[in-house]
């Protein structure tokens, strides 16, 4: 059994269990191979957005509660959401069958555990990296899969057809194999999927075509062609046909990073506070400007390939980790690239986006 840092959170690297066989059994996050909870009532607990630590020893801000394994047992029970914040949300390997065999799963957020359908293993509950920092703390384990839920984002453009409109089969890709770079596999579309879009119904399973981790293996009219192909000009820009400028890139950010930190005297890096920095020195930092802008502009463009959540962050998170200089977490590094708030002045401009 292993407790997450703080206590709050259930990290097990096994099955774990709860029984209050005459009681109430009450819990906000669990991360467990199998899960089972045997009790008169359940309460799922809800909580504010809080800090989670991940296999690499660094922090990240989640979506409040979660609860995930690879089987959960409520022995029949309906659980009820308790308390104040953001209601739970859960991991399964397929948020989709699951569905079916748990039915208080309908009025819930269900995701996959991880991309590809790839349930847990007991080496997931062990940091990646040692070190003394991390012998009294455990990974929690967030589910990162797709979501049953909420498949905003999941298919990319689509043209609905109306009585006075006809739908056109979209832009192909002029050369689906440079998508590679992206880490992006493009697999034809049936032809039954490129008829049914024609007259405007249509439905993509990319289920089947599950990935290793390190690439999206989609459908191809999934994806725009135009994203595309600005996507694949930035990313040979940036990194190099065969990924060999992105020590130049890391430099590049070292140096303004060090600029930033040494002129602010700053204990810690905020990301926008960095862009920021950056962007109003354009004569010492213009290579550093322009890589900043080029590098949002790429993860703006991966983002609108039509690929889900699920798929392009862990790939832009690859991105990330070859041109991470020292002294800055990846969170950080991620809000410099892309900001979530934009501060000028005294006024704060959401004008970035979650």
């Known amino acids: 059994l292993f407790v997450a840092s703080g206590g709050e959170k259930i990290a097990v690297g096994g099955a774990f269990s709860i029984s209050a066989a005459n009681g109430v059994a009450a819990f906000s996050d669990v991360a467990a191979l199998d899960f089972s909870v045997t009790a008169n009532e359940i309460g799922l607990v809800r909580r504010d957005s809080g800090i989670n630590l991940d296999r690499r020893g660094q922090t990240h801000r989640d979506g409040g509660p979660s609860i995930s394994a690879n089987t959960i047992d409520f022995q029949g029970a309906t659980p009820q959401v308790i308390g104040r914040g953001r209601a739970p949300r859960f991991g399964l390997p397929n948020p989709f069958e699951a569905a079916d065999a748990l039915d208080f799963l309908d009025s819930l957020a269900v995701f996959g555990i991880r991309p590809g359908g790839r349930g847990l293993d007991a080496s997931d509950f062990v940091f990646a990296a040692g070190g003394d920092a991390l012998a009294q703390a455990v990974p929690f384990l967030v589910p990162n899969g797709p979501s049953r839920s909420d498949l905003s984002g999941a298919y990319g453009p689509v043209q609905v057809p109306t009585s006075k409109i006809e739908s056109a089969e979209p832009a192909r890709l002029a050369h689906p194999e440079r998508l590679r770079a992206l880490a992006v596999e493009a697999r034809p579309t049936p032809d039954s999927v490129v008829l049914a ?117 862990r790939i832009q998170r690859g991105w990330l980790e070859r041109i991470q200089p020292d002294g800055i977490t990846l969170e950080e590094l991620a809000e410099t690239v892309h900001p979530s708030r934009y501060v000028r002045g005294s006024d704060i401009l959401d004008i970035f986006g979650q």
């Open 197 to 313: 879009r024609l007259t405007g119904v249509a439905i993509l399973d990319d289920r089947g075509l599950a990935s290793d981790g390190a690439s999206a293996i989609v459908t191809e009219s999934r994806l725009d062609a135009r994203d595309a192909e600005a996507a694949i000009a930035l990313y040979d820009q940036l990194f190099g046909a065969e990924g060999e400028r992105a020590g130049k890139v890391r430099a590049v950010l070292q140096d303004a990073l060090d600029q930033y930190l040494e002129n602010q005297r700053a204990q810690r890096v905020v990301g926008f506070e960095l862009r920021r920095f950056v962007k109003n020195r354009p004569s010492t930092l213009i290579e550093a400007y322009t890589t900043l802008e080029d590098l949002d502009a790429l993860f703006r463009y991966h983002r609108r390939l039509g690929l889900s959540p699920g798929e392009f962050k």
